[in-house]
């Protein structure tokens, strides 16, 4: 079946750190990632997804690119801020699932002024 | 984007007895899922919620238990049952469209806790 993991957190930065978040998976077909947000007491948002291999997706200076040969989306940001803090969350969706999204288990990333 | 208006965002209920949340989508779609998220957890996939059919079950989770109902294209419930402690966990449902290429929509989400 479908899975997808996440590297251990929590992760602590300080202001404009460099982040990345490592994220494997699992898929019996072609699948797309999607990178979600939850910040504290809120619901998920997306932050941004590919949908084939090479692609990359970016928004508010997040980038992730699908790497088919390493199976993997590997979430990166240059300069991080406090307002970044929050849990993120890869995840995929694949064809035969009907749709379904497989989660990782998220990561807690806490910015330090 | 799609809007997911979900309700209540938060409740405290006594243990045996039912709470019933409510999603309401601002445009038609053809699926609708629901998901779990036990504190400190991911989220896991309970049903997913097609029109006009009963819901698909995952494994681990029943229909007794997690009833759903999904009367029109822009409106589903789900109701956790006969609820204890364990059942405290945040539920949110979204949403996936045939058109479009965009990612899952989820909706603010409900904090339940079961006392």
């Known amino acids: 079946g479908n899975s997808v993991t996440q590297m251990e957190g929590p992760v602590t930065l300080s202001e404009e750190a460099f982040l990345t978040i490592n994220c494997t998976y699992t898929a019996t077909g072609y699948p797309s990632l999607f990178w979600y947000v939850q910040y504290p007491g809120e619901g998920l948002q997306l932050l941004l997804k590919a949908t084939k291999a090479d692609d990359k997706g970016s928004n508010k200076g997040f980038e992730a690119t699908y790497r088919k040969e390493t199976t993997s989306f590997h979430l990166e940001k240059g300069s991080v801020q406090v307002s970044d803090s929050a849990v993120y969350f890869c995840?995929?969706?694949?064809?035969?699932?009907?749709?379904?999204?497989?989660f990782g288990q998220g990561t807690i990333l806490t910015v330090h002024p | 984007s799609a809007v997911i208006s979900q309700k209540p965002s938060r409740d405290i209920c006594q243990r045996g007895t039912s709470l019933t949340i409510q999603c309401q989508v601002d445009?038609?779609?053809?699926?609708m899922f629901w998901y779990r998220q036990q504190p400190g957890q991911s989220l896991t996939l309970i049903a997913t919620?097609?029109?006009?059919?009963?819901?698909?079950?995952e494994s681990g989770f029943v229909i007794d238990k997690f009833p759903i109902s999904r009367p029109n294209l822009t409106f589903s419930t789900l109701t956790v049952s006969n609820m204890s402690p364990e059942d405290s966990s945040i539920y949110l449902c979204?949403?996936?469209?045939?058109?479009?290429?965009?990612?899952?929509?989820f909706g603010s989400g409900t904090r339940l806790t079961v006392v």
């Open positions: 979204s949403e996936k469209r045939d058109s479009g290429n965009y990612g899952y929509t």
């Open positions: 995840a995929l969706s694949e064809g035969t699932s009907y749709g379904k999204l497989t």
């Open positions: 445009s038609q779609v053809t699926m």
């Open positions: 919620a097609n029109q006009g059919s009963e819901a698909t079950y």
